[in-house]
């Protein structure tokens, strides 16, 4: 077997602002639509129609540190010991011609210890698509921009640095983008994308509203490579790569590369007696990812990434976030604490250090028998460690159960370590129809 191969792939409401992004995207589509509708209306074929979806229920306990240094008792994160989950995942199709509408809405219900009940429905995703010709494509909607092998994480995207494939059960939220894509054959591609807002359950405020993307990939039978250029309203500019080469049948190598500024950056100065110093951007840096895949005669593939993380903390920053946290709960009143503990989570960067290696070892996803997947991230900053194990198995032909267990290794004051001693998730999915 030969030809490109790509490891498998596996955000909660937030108030607008007019004019509104969604609401210029709606204006935009409304164009779109009207452009499109007098070309799709001399076509003689009627509108094509499809639907499917996947039903999940699944029941996760997660057990808090206690005695963590970023969250003790459980005061800050409020992690939810015990939840219950039911969720809709709708696939929704209609095509004519060269216009094609689609959908993926979600329908959402959560029990936990910690807030309760509560529900909400929303868009994930959703494109109204124009093919203009052979070779240009106007779409506007709510997208996953996502690319690059990477399991880990992905420094090339700057949307989507944690891209989901750790965690199979996750449902990725798409950015609110209208795109003129110009392709004229497989090997080749380019697009101009206008992205409005990171879409549902965006930040405030949103580091990625009123930007652009331009975007270029190229593709072989063994060889597939993209560059990605991203610009910011007053913040600096992205600029990512990636790169993947088929060596054989069975050796797969790839990278990724990343340079960007981070807004809200939270940098812990070395005297933990100092207030907290929390930038509106961070200084640039770049973020590089090497990884090798090799599959084994009966279809299992272990795969090895190493990920240099540049707005990770040093040595020095790092222990002085961890010394500054303990200072918090043991010298300030408990509100104070509380707000310097919360300000060390929520803009500390995605990770803490900064060298990391990542593991995966998992049979065929085309297995009859179901699918499993060990995975093992490792700092090598402070030695801590998360093990994962994601297994599913086909009860009937629409039916299946799946388990994901996560149990992280090393002292508190640690990355993995800190915030929880173990989670578990069991469930089940149903496809229709």
């Known amino acids: 077997m030969s030809g490109t191969r790509r490891p498998p792939s596996p955000r909660h409401p937030s108030p607008r602002h007019p004019l509104r992004p969604c609401s210029r995207l709606r ?204 610009g910011r309203p007053q913040a600096g500019h992205f600029i990512g790569a990636h790169l993947q080469h088929t060596v054989s049948d069975e050796w797969l190598l790839y990278g990724e590369f990343g340079s960007s500024t981070l807004t809200r950056s939270l940098r812990p100065a070395g005297d933990a007696a100092l207030p907290v110093d929390i930038a509106d951007e961070s200084p640039r840096h770049s973020s590089w990812l090497l990884g090798a895949s090799y599959t084994l005669e009966n279809g299992h593939s272990l795969t090895a990434e190493y990920l240099r993380y540049g707005h990770g903390y040093d040595g020095d920053a790092r222990r002085s976030h961890f010394r500054r946290a303990a200072a918090a709960t043991s010298r300030l009143p408990a509100a104070e604490a509380a707000q310097t503990l919360g300000a060390g989570l929520g803009a500390a960067p995605p990770l803490l250090g900064r060298d990391y290696l990542h593991l995966i070892w998992q049979n065929s996803p085309l297995s009859d028998d179901g699918y499993w997947r060990l995975m093992l991230s490792h700092s090598l900053a402070d030695g801590s460690a998360q093990g994962s194990l994601f297994a599913e198995r086909p009860l009937s032909r629409h039916v299946t159960a799946f388990v994901l267990g996560t149990v992280p290794v090393g002292g508190r004051g640690t990355e993995f370590g800190d915030l929880f001693d173990y989670s578990l998730t069991l469930g089940a999915r149903i496809a229709l129809p």
Do not use: C, M
Not at 97 to 111: D, E, F, K, N, S
């Open 27 to 230: 204006a935009l589509a409304a164009l779109l639509g009207a452009l499109a509708l007098p070309q799709a209306a001399t076509a003689n074929e009627d509108w094509a129609l499809s639907a499917d979806a996947t039903l999940y229920g699944y029941a996760n306990t997660l057990q808090p540190a206690h005695d963590s240094v970023q969250n003790p008792d459980n005061r800050i994160a409020r992690l939810a010991r015990d939840s219950l989950t039911f969720e809709g995942r709708f696939n929704l199709k209609a095509e004519r011609g060269p216009l094609r509408l689609t959908a993926r809405p979600i329908v959402h219900w959560q029990h936990d210890n910690q807030q309760g009940s509560g529900s909400q429905s929303y868009l994930s995703q959703w494109q109204l698509r124009w093919r203009a010709g052979t070779d240009i494509t106007a779409a506007i909607g709510r997208e996953t921009l996502s690319w690059g092998p990477a399991q880990f994480r992905s420094p090339s995207n700057p949307y989507y640095f944690d891209n989901g494939r750790s965690n199979p059960i996750r449902e990725l939220s798409g950015v609110d983008v209208a795109r003129l894509i110009w392709a004229p054959d497989v090997t080749r591609s380019v697009y101009l994308a206008r992205i409005a807002s990171s879409g549902h359950d965006a930040a405030r405020p949103d580091p990625w509203a009123d930007s652009w993307l331009l975007k270029a990939d190229l593709r072989s039978d063994d060889l597939a490579a993209g560059l990605a250029l991203a």
